[in-house]
């Protein structure tokens, strides 16, 4: 299993997660956040929460099978990508296994 975490412009996620939910990502989860990479969004503004500017951005995390995360981050770089820089970053890590809390059990035999 692979897990994806990719960092995008908050104005490009409605277009991210309904091309991914039309493939067939049916499960992920949305956080809001700020970033404070190298490059700083056009309008970026000192942050009330942490004092330093930032730029707005929100971070979609979805555990697939190996053989379909290449499709995901394909999707998110199509639908991410803007005209201007720093339009996020995806991460790719393995996940070695995944627990239901309310059974304890294993879902890596369910291959999620």
Known sequence: MKE???FVKPNRI??????LTDNGFKSMTLSHGEGTGAFKAKGARPSLDFHVTDSPVVKIELVCQ??????AIEIILAHGKTEESADGIIYL???????????GESLKRFNL
């Not at 890590?93 to 059974?103: G, L, M, N, P, S």
């Open 14 to 19: 409605q277009k991210i997660i309904e091309a």
């Open 93 to 103: 890590t393995d996940i070695e296994d995944a627990f239901q809390i309310k059974t």
């Open 4 to 6: 994806i975490k990719a």
């Open 66 to 71: 190996n053989e379909e995360a290449q499709a």
